[in-house]
């Protein structure tokens, strides 16, 4: 891993992930927490504090992790969120945001058009498009600092309309795409708050999670990611990026996807 976790930033990081208590939100905070250059890490989930792994965590490490609960489809406790963390900090230099959904109990992908039907679609635009937005806004304050920052968000290669040769899956792929509109619109007022800051769009490629796991069968090896794996790669993402990176939409690999 980079030996900053933010390019530019001096000082030790002040880090929050979302999604923290699975997957590459999990790994990820595992691997900031290793990180010679952060301080301190806020760990969301709904139900961060009852996660055992990451109450393992924050007993090894009680000083550099906080676990806060929030829905971060709840206006509400977003609200609530934004006050916490001011209470503990001034300044965020890394928001690492990966939660999102693509089945959930009754929750599927569409296979057709047949398929699609409102409730689902308010389902995935609530947790895949609208929460990323919202979260921005409440932590927007503890952006604006004259210090290197990174907001990045996990977003998905079927988000791209350019790139949408198969079909299918419309409410995933809809509100992956209206995540990538309303963060590239984020991204061009952040840099005016603070010109040293940078807003990415990160897809993770296939990792290995219950996610993933129900269409994994035409994934190669090779192309299958461990979320430990997932996670060092797009924290180097990071690590690199630089302001005029900002709005862009990345792979894994650091190549740009169509929008």
Same mark, same amino acid.
């Given at each position: 891993?980079?030996?900053?976790?933010?390019?530019?930033?001096?000082?030790?990081?002040?880090?929050?992930?979302?999604?923290?208590?699975?997957?590459?939100?999990?790994?990820?905070?595992?691997?900031?927490?290793?990180?010679?250059?952060?301080?301190?890490?806020?760990?969301?989930?709904?139900?961060?504090?009852?996660?055992?792994? /990451?109450?393992?965590?924050?007993?090894?490490?009680?000083?550099?992790?906080?676990?806060?609960? =929030?829905? /971060?489809?709840?206006?509400?406790?977003?609200?609530?969120?934004?006050?916490?963390?001011?209470?503990?900090?001034?300044?965020?230099?890394?928001?690492?945001?990966? *939660?999102?959904?693509?089945?959930?109990? +009754?929750?599927?992908?569409?296979?057709?058009?047949?398929?699609?039907?409102?409730?689902?679609?308010?389902?995935?635009?609530? !947790?895949?498009?609208?929460?990323? !937005?919202?979260?921005? *806004?409440?932590?927007?304050?503890?952006?604006?600092?004259?210090?290197?920052?990174?907001? =990045?968000?996990?977003?998905?290669?079927?988000?791209?309309?350019?790139?949408?040769?198969?079909?299918?899956?419309?409410?995933?792929? *809809?509100? +992956?795409?209206?995540?990538?509109?309303?963060? +590239?619109?984020?991204? /061009?007022?952040?840099?005016?708050?603070?010109? +040293?800051?940078?807003?990415? /769009?990160?897809?993770?490629?296939?990792?290995?999670?219950?996610?993933?796991?129900?269409?994994?069968?035409?994934?190669? =090896?090779?192309?299958?990611?461990?979320?430990?794996?997932?996670?060092?790669?797009?924290?180097?993402? !990071?690590?690199?990026?630089?302001?005029?990176?900002?709005?862009?939409?990345?792979?894994?690999?650091?190549?740009? !996807?169509?929008?």
């Amino acid at each position: 891993m980079s030996a900053t976790v933010v390019r530019g930033l001096q000082p030790p990081a002040q880090v929050l992930v979302t999604g923290a208590s699975s997957g590459v939100g999990l790994a990820a905070v595992r691997q900031l927490l290793a990180h010679s250059g952060v301080t301190r890490v806020f760990a969301v989930s709904r139900h961060a504090s009852a996660c055992e792994a /990451l109450r393992t965590l924050a007993a090894q490490a009680p000083l550099q992790l906080v676990l806060l609960d =929030a829905d /971060l489809t709840d206006e509400k406790a977003l609200s609530a969120l934004a006050r916490q963390l001011a209470d503990q900090t001034d300044a965020l230099h890394l928001v690492f945001h990966a *939660a999102g959904v693509l089945h959930e109990g +009754k929750l599927q992908p569409e296979k057709s058009v047949l398929q699609v039907n409102a409730s689902s679609l308010q389902q995935v635009f609530a !947790i895949n498009a609208f929460a990323p !937005i919202l979260l921005a *806004a409440a932590v927007m304050p503890l952006l604006g600092h004259d210090q290197p920052c990174v907001f =990045a968000s996990l977003s998905a290669r079927v988000g791209s309309i350019g790139d949408n040769r198969l079909g299918g899956w419309y409410g995933y792929r *809809a509100s +992956k795409a209206a995540q990538n509109q309303l963060l +590239k619109t984020f991204a /061009l007022e952040l840099v005016r708050h603070n010109p +040293k800051a940078c807003c990415l /769009l990160l897809h993770p490629g296939t990792v290995d999670t219950p996610l993933s796991q129900p269409f994994q069968k035409r994934v190669p =090896a090779s192309q299958m990611f461990t979320p430990e794996r997932a996670a060092r790669q797009l924290l180097e993402i !990071i690590a690199q990026a630089r302001p005029h990176d900002s709005g862009s939409f990345l792979a894994w690999d650091g190549t740009a !996807i169509a929008w």
